[in-house]
């Protein structure tokens, strides 16, 4: 376990380096996951929200959500009732009940089947059994079955609960560059650099 997660540190390393900005500050854009993994046990999804007076529209495969605007950085919105397998998603931007921006390309979302959950669950198990209710192991289980916003939560909940384990910052930054929340990957950077 321990030289598992030295070569997944040395990975996560590359997450501190400052990135260029894409966004042209006059056209509104929405980045999100491009594959991500949810289940019935985890069913968030999240984005950056690009300001507290845009709506949003998540389309999942068929189904359409409608999302109210949020003066909150994050928009997290929880699914429930999905099939099983891989379905095709975006998240549109709307202000004042207009259409602002459509991304170009769809990401993946991959729901879990009661199978992949139960296996799932029995993993969680055994990391729970080696060692109860450690939020950087199951981090680190979440991020490897691609469950990136559980992943997220649980890196967040170490450190709240270990705000001395600073290099385990370096695997939340990575998860939250695979979600594309730059502004909060900006913050634990900061922290992180900070604290060395």
């Known amino acids: ?3 598992f997660l030295k070569r997944k540190f040395a990975k996560v390393q590359k997450y501190t380096g400052i990135q260029r900005r894409n966004i042209n500050g006059k056209r509104t854009e929405l980045r999100t996951v491009r594959d991500i993994t949810l289940s019935e046990d985890y069913p968030d999804l999240v984005w950056e929200n ?3 007076e845009y ?3 998540l389309i999942v495969g068929e189904k359409v959500f409608d999302v109210p605007a949020s003066s909150e950085p994050l928009i997290r ?3 429930g009732g999905m099939e099983p397998g891989s379905h095709d998603y975006s998240v549109r931007v709307f202000y ?3 259409p602002l921006y459509a991304p170009e390309e769809k990401g993946t979302l991959c729901w879990l089947s009661d199978a992949e959950q139960k ?3 029995d993993e969680e198990k055994r990391v729970r059994e080696f060692d109860p209710d ?3 192991l199951l981090g680190n289980l979440m991020d490897d079955q691609g469950l990136k916003v559980a992943a997220m939560d649980q890196y967040r909940r170490f450190l709240a609960e270990n705000p001395d384990a600073n290099e385990a910052r370096l695997f939340l930054i990575k998860v939250l560059d695979d979600l594309e929340l730059k502004e ?3 913050a634990e950077m900061v922290l992180y650099h900070k604290t060395r």
């Open 50 to 52: 690009a300001g507290y």
């Open 1 to 3: 376990l321990m030289g």
């Open 134 to 136: 450690n939020g950087f």
């Open 77 to 79: 919105f929880t699914l």
């Open 184 to 186: 909060l990957r900006k």
């Open 119 to 121: 296996s799932l669950r």
């Open 55 to 57: 709506a949003y529209r």
């Open 96 to 98: 004042e009940g207009e």
